[in-house]
């Protein structure tokens, strides 16, 4: 049996490494809180980019290609009312959301990366803000709708950009804050997310396809630096408490949206197409902040 070699930490001490908790071993001195099944499909960038890709696959084939797809998504669009309270508060500020404001969160956190001496990170923040922007605009501008029911707006540029930059402030963060961030950073993805819903810019299916497509560039960044940084850094972080902090950061939206007078139209009739269409959003924001938050943490350190 081969002994474990001393690893040199951060500030230059040694300690021991276990192998990674991705090949089913947990880190020393750290309990498990997952089984090796569970941590495995965590850890793992190829599951993700899967999953990810899938699903990206399957939302833009159902919403652009089906005629049925279509028109319940148009009604989701449709499904709320908001008041003028509700309009300066959550769809006004929308309009803040520029290429210099992305530009200059993005530099901000590539600062933060190399503060840290990671520039891996860096690069990885530089790919999930703006693959996933450049994706979208392609996607926006390229892929036709059948049977034409009208143009196609999937996805959405709006939320591309809040779940790009959560995600890129979450790659960049220190492990042991990263699961901090969590409720924050599904917060501001499910604020713009559900704000394009309420504003009636997008259709949810738009804001669905926004987040997939970050969580594929996401788990391509990982991928990336993985291969490129010298050493790897395991953690075991609570990773099943992840999912309930965003969705606390995710449902925060959602009552501060109550709160300032967004309803469903119709009463009933919408109700049911109001609950789909925010909650969904909402629960997606959640789960895939969380999702590269884990990764990140077991893969990047």
């Not at 996607?139 to 196609?152: G, I, M």
């Not at 010298?230 to 309930?244: C, E, I, N, V």
């Not at 109700?271 to 959003?281: M, Q, R, W």
Request: glycine share 8%.
């Amino acid at each position: 049996m081969s002994e474990q070699q001393p690893a040199p930490d951060a500030d230059g001490a040694a300690h021991v490494v276990a192998p990674s908790a991705c090949h089913g071993a947990t880190p020393v001195g750290e309990p498990s809180d997952l089984t090796e099944p569970v941590r495995r499909f965590v850890c793992s960038v190829r599951t993700m980019t899967f999953a990810s890709l899938a699903s990206f696959v399957l939302v833009l084939w159902v919403f652009t290609r089906t005629a049925r797809a279509q028109v319940w998504d148009e009604r989701g669009r449709m499904s709320t009312g908001a008041s003028a309270r509700a309009w300066v508060h959550i769809v006004d500020p929308l309009t803040y959301i520029t290429i210099g404001s992305v530009a200059t969160l993005l530099a901000g956190f590539v600062v933060i990366a190399l503060a840290r001496q990671r520039a891996g990170l860096a690069l990885a923040a530089i790919l999930v803000v703006g693959g996933a922007n450049v994706t979208t605009q392609l996607f926006k501008a390229y892929w036709p709708t059948s049977p034409h029911l009208w143009d196609n707006s999937l996805p959405s540029g709006h939320s591309t950009v809040a779940m790009s930059l959560s995600l890129a402030a979450i790659l960049v963060a220190p492990s042991g804050a990263r699961r901090w961030l969590v409720p924050f950073a599904a917060f501001g993805a499910t604020f713009v997310g559900a704000g394009t819903i309420v504003g009636h810019w997008h259709r949810p299916a738009d804001v669905w396809a926004a987040f997939l497509v970050c969580l594929l560039w996401s788990a391509g960044a990982i991928g990336l630096v993985l291969k490129l940084q010298l050493r790897r850094h395991t953690r075991d972080a609570k990773y099943a408490l992840r999912p309930a902090s965003g969705v606390v950061g995710s449902m925060t939206a959602g009552l501060i949206f109550v709160g300032l007078g967004v309803r469903p139209l119709d009463a009933d009739l919408k109700l049911a197409e109001a609950i789909v269409a925010l909650g969904v959003t909402g629960l997606l924001a959640a789960f895939v902040v969380a999702w590269v938050s884990a990764a990140a943490d077991d893969n990047l350190g």
